[in-house]
């Protein structure tokens, strides 16, 4: 590989990285937030309303459906977080075998990298203050 391939292909697997980090805190947020409604719902006596918004649309049930609902919407969302827990392995992996092989081309990247986050954090320094 050629210099330039290997320094887009780094940047390339960064940026999943981080997209994969972002998106794995967003999932289990949810995971976290259906966890407390479940706990909250769960003292509730089994004929109780329950209000859920699904696609954009209020559905009436009651807790005696929404608890088993609730209960595999959480454990899908366990599955998506090992999901991306395990690709995001992969990809740090990788970055690590291209770091190691391309240790110049690496280096260099990187000094660009915050070469180019300098100024950003400089400029942001400088901003107003939002009260």
């Not at 697997?13 to 966890?35: F, G, P, W, Y």
């Amino acid at each position: 590989m050629d210099e330039q391939k290997v320094y887009q292909r780094y940047q390339g697997l960064q940026q999943e990285a981080q997209i994969l980090v972002t998106r794995m805190v967003e999932l289990e947020d949810e995971r976290k937030e259906n966890e407390l409604v479940l706990e909250s719902i769960t003292k509730l006596e089994d004929s109780r309303k329950c209000w859920r918004l699904i696609n954009g649309v209020l559905v009436e049930k009651t807790k005696l459906e929404v608890v088993p609902e609730m209960r595999g919407v959480i454990n899908n969302l366990n599955a998506v977080v090992k999901q991306i827990t395990e690709t995001l392995t992969a990809v740090r992996e990788e970055i690590k075998n291209l770091e190691g092989a391309y240790n110049y081309i690496m280096k260099q990247a990187k000094t660009t990298a915050q070469a180019q986050q300098a100024p950003d954090a400089k400029g942001a320094a400088k901003g107003g203050v939002l009260v």
